[in-house]
Antibody
Framework: QVQLQESGPGLVKPSETLFLTCTVS?????????WGWIRQSPGKGLEWIGS???????YYNPSLKSRVTISLDTSKNQLSLKLRSMTAADTAVYYC???????????????WGQGILVTVSS | EIVMTQSPATLSVSPGDRATLSCGAS??????LAWYQQKPGQAPRLLIS???TRATGVPARFSGSGSGTEFTLTISSLQSEDFAVYYC?????????FGGGTKVEIK
């Protein structure tokens, strides 16, 4: 059974950088899946942030691309998210998820981590 | 970016009744559509991929249909555990995008 667990700070100050980690069990981040981050805020609903393959192939949402970095640590079986220049608009629940790859199209997310609430406030 | 639109925003249904949820795409996504269920305080859970293929363990009362730009999720006979928010997601192209959700509530 594949499980994902997010960890990181629940509170970040405006202009600071958010660092989140997702620990994966039951599957390897080096396997044939993309691993990614999605966030959910009351104002914008579910928003895909980005996805990464162990080869280094990475896709980011253009709306966040200038501020985000996703990386994989195969030795720890973890993925991480770095989001710079945080503002109140970045307040959301952040989820990590495995993306199922398909021959046609991009793919869906299954499973998801339980999510971590990140609040941006001074 | 492909915009996904769900309707209605809220659906009031009695237990045992049928619920029909709609999802529209701003351009054709063929059948590259997934549906998720989200309960309060939980992460979204995959229900359907490929517009109509149920995920492992999903009850047969959930069915998906549609192609191109119009899609439907039907819950044939609502059970108490089905009251939740449902989201569609297109995976035809980057960036991956979600609909705004339909909340299914008890009538």
């Amino acid at each position: 059974q594949v499980q994902l667990q997010e960890s990181g700070p629940g509170l970040v100050k405006p202009s600071e950088t958010l660092f989140l980690t997702c620990t994966v069990s039951g599957s390897s981040v080096s396997s044939s899946y993309y691993w990614g981050w999605i966030r959910q805020s009351p104002g914008k609903g579910l928003e895909w942030i980005g996805s990464m393959f162990h080869s280094g192939n990475t896709y980011y949402n253009p709306s966040l691309k200038s501020r985000v970095t996703i990386s994989l640590d195969t030795s720890k079986n973890q993925l991480s998210l770095k989001l710079r220049s945080m503002t109140a608009a970045d307040t959301a629940v952040y989820y990590c998820a495995r993306r199922i790859t398909v021959p046609v199209g991009v793919g869906w997310f299954d499973p998801w981590g339980q999510g971590i609430l990140v609040t941006v406030s001074s | 970016e492909i915009v996904m639109t769900q309707s209605p925003a809220t659906l009031s249904v009695s237990p045992g009744d049928r619920a029909t949820l709609s999802c529209g795409a701003s351009q054709s996504i063929f059948t590259n559509l997934a549906w998720y269920q989200q309960k309060p305080g939980q992460a979204p859970r995959l229900l359907i991929s490929g517009a109509s293929t149920r995920a492992t363990g999903v009850p047969a009362r959930f069915s998906g249909s549609g192609s191109g730009t119009e899609f439907t999720l039907t819950i044939s006979s609502l059970q108490s555990e089905d009251f939740a928010v449902y989201y569609c997601q297109q995976y035809n192209d980057w960036p991956l995008t979600f609909g705004g959700g339909t909340k299914v509530e008890i009538k």
